[in-house]
C-alpha cells in the first residue's frame, strides 16, 4: 500500500537552543545586508563597502551623531516598549502613531498655553501627566470596544492613528508660528521653557536614561508583577484566565491603558526632549516601525533596545549616503524593508524544521 | 450647482484611487489574508507606471501616449503583484505574521517608489522632477464631445479612462466573488479554510492568487494617482499612504463588498473634499473635516461588531494562518 | 458472495504513538443494510470510520469496496469509491447558503448555476424525503438543519455508502425520527448505511445489523433483529476486569455540597444539563457517568462558577456539615468563590487549554490559583517554586527542568502537574474530568491514588469518567447522567457494569430515582 504523501513535510520544532536560534537571525541579517548590497550596487555603481562604512560615519562617526542615533533609538524604543504589553495580551495595537501623536500634542499644548507661567520642571512635570493620559485615553477606547463588543482591535486602532494625525494637524494649524508657516516652528525658543535639560552637559542623556528606565521598568512590570502574570496568563488562553478567575476585560482595558500610556510618553520626549514642535512627523510612522520591533523582540524589552538601535543605524546611515552619493534618504527605508523582510522570514526556520520524507515511511503522529 | 459638480468631479477622482486600492484589498481579504501593506502596494504600482512611461518616453525618439499607457499599465501590475508575492510567500510559505509582514511591505514600498521617484530624473542624468507628460495626456484622455454636454458631460465623461475601469472592476469582483465558481471557492477559503480544504479546495494556491491578483488591481490606484492625480510627477509628500490606509478603511466601510465599495469611495471623496466648498472654515477646521472619512468608518466597523449581522463581518479566519497539521 | 458487500474492512490496525486505537479490526457492511457500529467511548467507531473516508491511513489490514481491494489515502479517494461521512463537527462555511456549501470545491464550468444545483438538490430531496432550502444560508439553519445539509452535500457528490457519525446526539427524538424515516429510504433505494452510535434503543429501532467495538477490538457483529438490550449492553462492555483499585469505606461522610435544580443552557438555547439535584459527600468519591455530552462538562463548570446557570438553581456549599453555614456558589465567578474561601480543586477535561496556560513554566503554572494572595504587587516565586519541585519529586513528573513549559511535557506528567497543583491547594471539593483519560496504566494508577488519599482526608471527590470498570471499582456512589438528566444514583460496590450501561442509554421515567 503506497499513500500519497506530501514530498515536504514542516514540523514545529521543540524548541531550538538560543543560540542556535539566533545565528539563524544572523545568518538571515548577513543575508538581507548581501541583497541590499547588491541593490545598492546595481543603483550607484558603488563599492558596497564603502557604502555601509559611510552608513557607520552618519551613524556614529561624530559624538554629535551617535547622540542623534541614541536619541531617535530611543524613541523608537519606547514605543516598542509601550507595544510589548498589548502584544503580550494578542491584542494588536497598530494604533501607536495616533498614540504618540496624542502624547506629543498634550506635551505642546502644555509647552505653548504654559510656557510664560510655569518654570520648566512644573511644565515637564504637568506634560508628562497629560501625555500619558492622552495616550492612555487612545489606547483603551478601542479596548473598551473590543471587551464589550469583540470589535476588531487591528482596524480600530488604524483607524484611530488618522484620527489622531488630523487632530495633529488642526492643532498644528491652531498654533503656527508664525501665521501661514503651516509649522508650530520650535516652541519657548528663547526661554527654553518646559524642555529637556541637558545633564552633565549631554543635551539628550535625559532621553535616554528615561528611556532605559522604562524599558527596563517594563521588564520588570511583565515579568515580576502580578498584573504581568494576567497579562500572559490573557494572551495564552482566555479560557485559562476564567478558570483561574482572572477578568478578562479588565486586563484588556487596563493593559491597553498602559501600552497607550508608555506611548504616548514616547511623544512627550520627542517634543519636550527632542525636537522641541509638533507636527505628524513627530511620530512620523515610527509607530509602525515599533510594532516590528516588538513583534520581533518577542515582547522582550532588551532584544528590542538591539532592534531599534539597528533600525535607526539604517535610517541614519542611509541618509549619509543620500547626502554624499546623491540619493535620496529614502534609501534607508528600502534597506529596512529588505532587512525585515529577510528577519521575519527566518522566524520560520527557528520555529518549524522542513523534512523531504522519503515515501515509505508513513507512520502518523498523535491523534487530532 | 457649478460648485456641487466641482465637488463631485473632484471626489469622483478621489475616490477612483481608493477605488483600485480597496477592490484589490477586498479580494485578498476574502482569502483570509490582512494585507496592511496596501499603501506599500499603491506606492509600487505608482512608481513602477511612473518609471516604465519615463524610461519609455526617454529612449523613444518619438514617443506615442497610448504605447506608453500600455508600457507603465503591464508595469504597474506587474510590480505590485509582485509585491503581493513576497507578503504571500511570507505569510503563506514562512508563516510571518500577517500584520508585521504588512507593515513591512508599507515600509519598503514606500521606501522603493520614494528613492526613484526623487531620485529617478537624476540618476538618468535629467535634472528636476520626474515627469511623463506625453503617457500622462493618454491616461487623462477623454472624449470631447462628450465631455462638452454641460453639466452631465463633465459629470460623467470628463474623466481618464481609469475612472471608469476602476468601476467596472470593482463590479467585475462583486460577480466574481458572488457568482463565479472559483470566487465561491475563495470566500469558503477566507471563512473557514479547513471546510475548504476538506472539500478539495487548494488553499494554499487560493491564497497566493488572491493576494497577488489582489496587490495587482490595489497598486493601479497608485498608477492612477501618478498618472492622472497628479499628472505624470511624483511627489514624495506621503500622499498615497494616507490614501492607501483610506482605502483599508474603505475596505471595511464597504463591509467586504466591492460593489458598495463604488459609492463609498465617492463618498469619501466627497467628505475628504467637502471643506473646499463650505465658505469660512479656517485652515484649521479644514484639517478636522478631513477626518471624516476615518470617523465613519471606526463608526461602521463598531456599528458591524455590534449589530453582529452576519454579512457584514470581515471574513472569519481573517487575520489567521492556515496550516492543515494543525487542525 | 463476496459482491453482496459493499463494504469489508479486514484486519484493520492503527496506532497513534503508543496507543492502539484499532487492533486488527474486522467490519463487514451488506449492500442496501443499515449497519449500527456499536461501542463505547474511546472504543475505536470513530477512528475505523475516519480510515474508510480517507482521513487516516491504516498502518495495516485490507478494505474492499465492491469486493475490489482499495487504497484510500483521501477523502476525494473515498468520493471517488462512492463513500461519503458525515462528521460529528460539520464542515461547512456559516456565510454560504446549502447550494453553495454544497457545490463547493466541485468541479465545473467557471459560473455556479445555482438552478440547476437547486434542481438537484430538490430531486434528491423528493426521492428521500429530506427537507433542504437550496437558498437558505447556513448560520440561519438549526443544527438539524445543517445535519439534513451534510447528508445531502454526501449524495449530490455521489454517495452509495454513507457513515453517519453520533447523528443523533444534537438532535430531538422527533428529528430523530424523521432521520430514521429518510435513512430507510436510502436503504431501500440501495445506500448502504453506516450509524455510529452508543445508543442501544436506536440501534434497535434503526439498524438490520449491528457490529460491536471494545477498546480498539472487534468484539462480534449480529443481526440486530436476534439481539435486545441486554445482550447488546453485555458485548459492549464486556466483562468485568478487575483493576486492584483501593477504595476504603467512607469516614463520617457529611454533606458538604447540596445540588439543587441545576440547569444549564448553552448560546443556543440547548438545555445541557436539566434540573439535576444531587447532594456530594465529604470523605466519599463521587462517580459521574454518562455518555460523552451528557451534562457533565456543564455540571462541574457551573459548580467552578464557570457557567451560567437557569434561575432556580443552586449549589450550596457547607464546610461544616449540613447543619453548618452555607454559602452559594451559583452566582459567583472563581474569583469570588476562591476569595470567600471555599477551597475548591477542579481539573478539567481541557488540561492544556483551561487547567493550565500551555507555554508557562512548570513554576508559573504553579502560581495560576495562588499569584493573587499577598498585598504586594509583585508575585512570590519562592512558593510557587517550591511547590513545583515538590510535585516533580513526588510524582515523579519527567522534565527537563521545573522551568520547562508544560507544553513540551507527556500528556501523563500534564497531568501530574495539574493534579499536583490542585491537591497543593489544600482543597475542601475537589472535582476531575476524565482524569486518567489517554494516560497510561501507570500513571493512571497514580492518580486513583492521590484521588483516594484526598478521600481520606474528607475532601468531597467528584469523578467524571468513561472507563466504567474504574468508575465501578474507585467510587463510592455513581450518579448516571443521561441526556443531561440525572438517571439514578446507584452505589458503586453493588452495581453491575451493565446496569450503569443500560441506566447511561435509557432515560428511566421515574425522575426521583436519586436525588
Known sequence: ?368 | MTQLISLLTSAIVFGTVILYGAVGEIITEKSGNLNLGVPGIMFLGGIAGLAAAFFYELHAAEPIGFVGLIVSFIAAVAASALGGLIYAFLTISLRANQNVTGLTLTIFGAGLANLFGGSLNALAGGVGQISVATTSRAYRAYIPSLAGLGRVGQLFFSFGFMAYLAIVLALAANWFLNRSRVGLNLRAVGEDPATADAAGINVTRYKYLATCVGAGISGLGGLYYAMDYIKGTWSTDGTIEALGWLAVALVIFATWKPARAIWSAYLFGVLYWAYNYITGLSRASIELFKMLPYVVTIIVLVAVSMRRSRESQPPKSLGLSYFREER | MAEDFAVRMVDITKTFGHVTANNKVYLELKKGEILSLLGENGSGKTTLMNMLSGIYFPDSGQIYVDGKEVVIASPHDAYALGIGMVHQHFKLVDVLTAAENIELGLPGGPVVDRKAVAAKVRQICERYGFDVDPDKKVYDMSVSEKQTLEIVKTLYRGANILILDEPTAVLTPQETEKLFAVMRNMRDDGKSIIIITHKLNEVLAISDRVTILRKGEYIGDMETAKADARSLTDMMVGRTVTLNIRRDTPIDPQRRLEIRNLTVKDAEGVTRLDSVSLDVYAGEILGVAGISGCGQKELLEAIAGLQGTVSGSSVKYRPTGPEGPAEELIGQTPRSIAEKGVRLAFVPEDRLGMGLVAGMTLVGNMMLKEYRSGKSPLVERRHPHDMAQKIVRELDVVTPSIDTPVRKLSGGNVQKVLVGREIAMEPTVLMSAYAVRGLDINTSYTIYRLLNEQKRRGVAVIYVGEDLDVLLQLCDRIAVLCGGRLNAIVDGRTATKEEVGYLMTYLKKDREAGA
Open chain 1, 1 to 368: 500500500m503506497t499513500k500519497h504523501e506530501p514530498f515536504i513535510h514542516i514540523a514545529r520544532r521543540d524548541g531550538l537552543a538560543w543560540w542556535r536560534a539566533w545565528l539563524i537571525r544572523l545568518a538571515a541579517a548577513v543575508l538581507a545586508l548581501l541583497v541590499s548590497a547588491l541593490f545598492i550596487y546595481s543603483l550607484t555603481k558603488l563599492n558596497p563597502v564603502k557604502v555601509y562604512a559611510a552608513m557607520w560615519e552618519g551613524a556614529f562617526g561624530t559624538p554629535r551623531r551617535a547622540w542623534i542615533t541614541a536619541r531617535d533609538a530611543s524613541i523608537l524604543l519606547c514605543i516598542g516598549v509601550g507595544l510589548a504589553p498589548a502584544f503580550m495580551m494578542r491584542f494588536w495595537n497598530v494604533g501607536a502613531e495616533g498614540q504618540v501623536l496624542m502624547g506629543g500634542c498634550a506635551t505642546a499644548a502644555v509647552l505653548i498655553y504654559c510656557g510664560r507661567s510655569l518654570p520648566t520642571a512644573a511644565l515637564l512635570g504637568i506634560g508628562l501627566v497629560v501625555s500619558l493620559a492622552a495616550g492612555a485615553l487612545w489606547g483603551v477606547v478601542p479596548a473598551l470596544f473590543k471587551a464589550k463588543w469583540n470589535t476588531n482591535e487591528t482596524l480600530f486602532t488604524l483607524m484611530m492613528n488618522y484620527i489622531a494625525i488630523q487632530l495633529t494637524c488642526f492643532l498644528v494649524a491652531k498654533w503656527e508660528n508664525p501665521k501661514g508657516s503651516n509649522s508650530v516652528g520650535i516652541i519657548n525658543q528663547q526661554t527654553q521653557a518646559g524642555w529637556f535639560p541637558a545633564i552633565a552637559g549631554k543635551q539628550y542623556l535625559l532621553n535616554v536614561i528615561i528611556v532605559l528606565a522604562v524599558a527596563v521598568g517594563m521588564y520588570l512590570y511583565l515579568k515580576y508583577t502580578k498584573q504581568g502574570y494576567e497579562i500572559s496568563v490573557v494572551g495564552e488562553s482566555e479560557n485559562t484566565a476564567r478558570y483561574a478567575g482572572i477578568s478578562v476585560r479588565r486586563v484588556l482595558i487596563r493593559t491597553m491603558a498602559i501600552s497607550g500610556a508608555v506611548c504616548g510618553l514616547s511623544g512627550f520626549i520627542a517634543v519636550a526632549g527632542a525636537s522641541h514642535t509638533i507636527s505628524t512627523s513627530t511620530a512620523g510612522g515610527r509607530g509602525f516601525t515599533a510594532i516590528i520591533v516588538a513583534w520581533m523582540a518577542k515582547f522582550n524589552t532588551f532584544v528590542m533596545i538591539l532592534i531599534a538601535l539597528l533600525l535607526v543605524f539604517l535610517e541614519k546611515g542611509a541618509i549619509q549616503i543620500a547626502s554624499q552619493f546623491h540619493l535620496n534618504d529614502y534609501a534607508s527605508n528600502v534597506v529596512e524593508g529588505i532587512i525585515l523582510f529577510f528577519l521575519l522570514g527566518s522566524e520560520f526556520f527557528i520555529q518549524y524544521t522542513v523534512r523531504f520524507r522519503s515515501h515509505k515511511n508513513k507512520k502518523e503522529v498523535a491523534p487530532s
